[in-house]
């Protein structure tokens, strides 16, 4: 029996020592994220992704349409809030937008943001034209990672999750 | 200088865009390698242009679950991008039939980045582009101001390609290489203008996605992707882009980006959903990328790479040449008012200055007035004795742009003192109407009541210096003004001098006579009849010019003995078996001519002395007829037996003679007169007319046969002097 008992405690053990990470890891979720873009005339544009905290400041990039590093000072907001933590964003770059054109990426986002107030912002700028903050921004909920989200006039025509 | 329009524009175009237009070029030469290298990637599949889509869809899917999208991109290299768990670049090019990776897309090359935002925008952003495209659009004007120039300078469009009189290294290539460089350099242009006036929004390029009416779409009945109509008969090579459905929910739809539409496709039923056919300028924006950048292939993209390279070639001779011709412009140190020697230049490129200048800085040397003008600005001229015109000619025997009103300009200021004037032409002999219009100005100069032939009109071929010095040699002698020594084209410097033993004098009967000699002709010595013969009668710089005629191994003069004559008083002065010193000059126009079917010589007074040399060498016979002018019979005694003598070996048809001061007092001009239709008849056969005697006698001459010819053929006699088959040599 002890032998079994220590047995059992071995295995908690292991659950625990392989649990810890795993448990971090359920904490996040995959989500696919489509961005369909207007008819607008112009260059590509540059889209940033960001997850805003609850007190309306950036919290973390979740990704960026567009690979060259020359052009995101045009995301002036955005680009503040990089300049200082400077994090490798290599993995969650992806090639810019054109007018008219979609773009469908996976980003990843922590369970324990979602439905805690916390928001997702689309900010893009075009070379030359206008720079939108907040070309969309959405409530992270359960409710709004299922469904389209309207744009209200800028670049981007819709937004649309779905699990991945 | 006026030069034309087209040859203004040009020059005014590339000045004002040569070094947006250099910047361009050099990093366009770059580029070109962009679409070279991309070429010669693996990632083109084989049979690519016969997979439908029914084939690689589903094949595709199946091996990419997560697949989001699929690009063709020039090269025909297939992309699919992904959603692909744990993938860092979820990017690869595969092969369309088995999913097979072939490759993974590298990052942009940063050096080709910035080296077309380089060309693109000048890191200007919108004005930039703004002048970049402005640079293409100038561009584009340069080539048609070319072109224009090129068809001018060719004297039509069917002459376009024709062979290219050479002046120099810069010009030379500006035309050719402009030749063959035109049609690539005018795409870019061209096209380079289009994506500009694209980028400002000019044309409709808007995106206009199909509609897609949610209520309608069917979820029955299911088929399988590889069945569905539009995929089975829509080839990969006809796609730029397709956007897989986002979920597999029946409003998710397929979004095929073909060349000239868009189409939704229901992904259940394979319904068309929706088809937007894209507006033309979104296929002309294709095109022109295409044409502009070389992307796709990698020949055309040389050809773009060789034409750039043509364009840094063009701003720096079409520089050179400006130079040049820059080089070439008239500072007046005299007004024309106060000139007593008035220089005329017709000239379209400039290059005839640089000889008006010559002479100009000589008679200034020489203490002289002298004034250089184009002959547009002819005018009064009050303290004018000396007119000399130096013109080239320009198209078809027409007046170069800065002499086109010379006509009109003569009528309304006629001078109000004698002038002396002398014509000399420059041209080529590549082209036919050689000097055509240096003729047509003699021809007006003589019609003036004020004017006086100085000497006979001259012709410059290719710029030749030898001719150039053979007119001032004879301007020089009759004006009393050395200029020889023209600077830079300096002949009696390096001139020969020969030593020539006197064998024979005839003297003359009395003063005003004319006497006959002759020289021995050295083994080495080479020369022919109508070359002259220049002598230094007093040691000098002061020449003398005598008409040679070359009699088996001698050289013959006629010499008409003046009254304290320079050069005849020396020469009468000769003993037998005396040596001078003297040089022979080529003047090879006035050759006997071979080959031809008849020769007409004309000559009056001493101008007999070439043709009795070309008579007895005309051992081929051509029938040549002989016109001579004496003042009396007394001296037509002298050459009376050569001429018979000849006459009966068959070299010479036919002996006309005048007498002005006996029998019936003819001049030499009465039997040109008499026999006007015969002269016509000769021009027409492709004869020959050559004219050896005084400039009065030429006048009267020319001025009955313009008349003749116009009546006979609607040519006037510039027609034929042009086609050199007039040759006069007189004084």
Known sequence: ?164 | MTISVWRYSHLALAVSSFLLLSLAALTGIILAFGPVTEKMQPYRVNNFSDVTLAQALPALRTRYPGITALSVDVNQFVQAKGTGAGEKNPSVYVDPLTGKVLGHPGEENEFFQWVTALHRSLFLHEAGRFFIGLTAFLLLLITVSGTMLVIQRQRGLKRFFTPIVRENFAQFYHVVLGRWSLIPIMIIALTGTYLSLARFGFFDTAHVSPKVDFDVIQAKPVKSPAEFAIFKKTKLSEVESIEFPFSEDVEDYYTLKLRDREVTVNQVTGDILGEVKYPAAVFYTNLSLDLHTGRGSSVWAIILALASGNILFFIYSGFAITFKRLGNRTRNKFTAAESRFIILVGSENGSTFRFAQALNQQLLKAGEKSFVTELNNYARFPKAEHLVVMTATYGLGDAPTNATRLAKLLERYPQSQPISYSVLGFGSHAYPDFCKYAFEVNRLLSHQAWATALTDIHTVDDKSPEHFGLWAEAWSQQSGIPVTMLTGLDLAANARMESLTVTKITPAAQAGGTFTMAFKIGSRLRVRSGDLLAIYPANDHRERLYSIGVVGKEIRLSVRLHPEGLGSGFLHGLTVEQKIRARIVKNEHFHFPGGVPQVVMISNGTGIAPFLGMISQNRKKIPVQLYCGFRQRLTYNLYQDFLEQSAAEGKLAAIHTAFSREGNKQYVSHLIQRDGDKLARLFENGGILMICGSLAMQKDVMELLDAICMEQSGRGVSFYQSRNQVRTDCY
């Open chain 1, 1 to 164: 029996m002890m032998l079994s008992k220590f047995y059992s405690a071995g295995l908690l053990a292991l659950a625990l020592l392989f649990a810890a990470p795993a448990v971090s890891r359920a904490q996040t979720a995959k989500y696919k994220c489509m961005v369909q873009m207007t008819s607008y005339m112009g260059e590509e544009a540059y889209v940033v992704i960001s997850l805003i905290n609850p007190k309306g400041g950036y919290e973390k990039t979740l990704y960026v349409l567009g690979s060259d590093k020359k052009w995101y000072n045009t995301l002036k907001d955005w680009f503040a809030f990089y300049k200082q933590k400077r994090t490798d964003i290599s993995a969650i770059t992806g090639a810019s937008v054109a007018g008219g054109d979609r773009s469908v990426n996976v980003i990843e986002l922590e369970n324990s943001k979602i439905n805690a107030g916390y928001k997702i912002r689309f900010e893009a700028a075009v070379e030359d034209k206008k720079y939108n903050v907040k070309d969309i921004e959405i409530p992270l909920t359960t409710e709004s990672l299922s469904a389209k989200t309207e744009g209200a006039g800028g670049y981007i025509r819709y937004v649309r999750f779905s699990p991945n």
